[in-house]
């Protein structure tokens, strides 16, 4: 074990081990963030556009790397695990070869292969995994939208989530809370997104006219 430990920490693999710690921080301050009713994700930008060109060189730097447009907190984990994976790769075959190399030419490699990898993995992924927002349709055009509430109840404490399609059909799975007015609203409710602060919704129930006549999603 120790012989194990000293591996992981000697210098031409630390920048790879600093990345595996980080993937244990960020997973581990998401899931406590979640349980207070919050979300990390919520605070890296969720609600920017990078489905369209923009002026910024850095936008455009991760919508390329994006490609399958993942939320970005799984696409920080992503590049942190493929660049901690191909690093610790590329130094044991560097020892068996001749020797370790230099933890800055050992990094250099391990972003040049991470990054199609992450391009790449972002692209199935997405098509797996539901997303809390849309890259190719704002936040705010979500409001006014038919939902139904998938956890819950949503109140005025903790946000829940509520599953609803934007004019295209695309579904999102959104943080919303109950307006000030309303009672609380249980899971499998039908509700009305009426406003937002940031990736946060404010939901009432839905009147009957507004209800779909097709099965919803609990159905």
Not at 10 to 21: C, D, L, Q
Not at 79 to 102: C, E, K, N, Y
């Amino acid at each position: 074990m120790s012989a194990l430990l000293e591996h992981v920490m000697s210098p031409e693999v630390r920048p790879f081990a600093i990345a595996a710690a980080m993937i244990l921080i960020v997973g581990s301050i998401e899931v406590v963030s979640m349980l207070v009713g919050a979300s990390l994700s919520e605070m890296l930008g969720t609600n920017i556009d990078f489905g369209h060109p923009s002026d910024n060189g850095v936008i455009n730097a991760i919508s390329w790397i994006n490609v399958g447009g993942v939320p970005l907190l799984i696409l920080l984990l992503l590049l942190l695990g493929a660049f901690s994976i191909t690093g610790f790769l590329i130094q044991d075959i560097a020892r068996m070869v001749a020797g370790p190399l230099p933890a800055t030419l050992a990094s250099v490699g391990a972003v040049a292969v991470s990054i199609p990898l992450v391009r790449a993995a972002s692209r199935g992924i997405a098509r797996v995994i539901p997303k809390d927002e849309s890259y190719a349709v704002g936040l705010g055009d979500l409001v006014g939208r038919v939902g139904e509430v998938v956890i819950g109840p949503l109140d005025q404490g903790p946000p829940g989530r509520v599953s609803v399609a934007d004019f295209h059909g695309n579904r999102h799975f959104v943080w919303a809370v109950a307006a000030p007015s309303s009672s609380p609203l249980p899971q499998g409710t039908m509700v009305l997104l009426v406003d937002r602060a940031g990736t946060r919704f404010v939901a009432v129930k839905a009147d009957d006219e507004l209800k779909p006549s097709k099965p919803t999603l609990s159905s």
